[in-house]
């Protein structure tokens, strides 16, 4: 039998690597994660898979909706600028966090979609990340 090849946990990766930046500076503490956090902070950003591809058998290309929330569309926007500029600086560095990171295509830039059920302020942006195995 071939080898079984793993791939990293895209939602893991991108939370992990986002929190791990957001130790200083104007969104100092905010966290990133999967659900909207219980009790609900007044900023976080939230990464869900919504689809990808395997563009070959050692990389695997997931499309990952990035939701920042803020207290203001202020705020909320510029989290949802420095997240991006996160991303993309690591697409220029090969590496998120330990997994090597090919590319990065952004599907869809931030865009302001302010949650219907609460009103609350947030920008969503749609990234492609080729995390290798």
């Known amino acids: 039998m ?3 090849i793993s791939y990293p946990d895209p939602e893991s990766v991108l939370t992990s690597f986002i929190t791990a930046q957001l130790v200083s500076g104007t969104y ?3 966290k990133a994660g999967t659900e909207v956090p219980d009790p609900r ?3 976080f950003v939230r990464v869900l898979l919504v689809g990808g591809f ?3 058998l ?8 990035v939701e920042s929330w803020g207290v ?4 909320a926007s510029g989290l949802s600028a420095l997240v991006d500029r996160l991303i993309l600086a690591a697409a220029r560095d090969g590496v998120m966090g330990s997994t090597t990171l090919n590319d990065v295509n952004v599907v869809s830039r931030s865009q302001y979609l302010p949650d219907p059920e609460t009103d609350t302020h947030r920008y969503t942006a749609t ?3 080729a995390l290798r195995s």
């Open 2 to 4: 071939a080898e079984l």
């Open 28 to 30: 100092a503490g905010v």
């Open 41 to 43: 902070a007044t900023e």
């Open 54 to 56: 395997r563009r070959n």
């Open 58 to 65: 050692v990389t695997d290309v997931p499309r990952l909706a």
């Open 72 to 75: 203001s569309k202020a705020r």
């Open 127 to 129: 990234y492609e990340l």
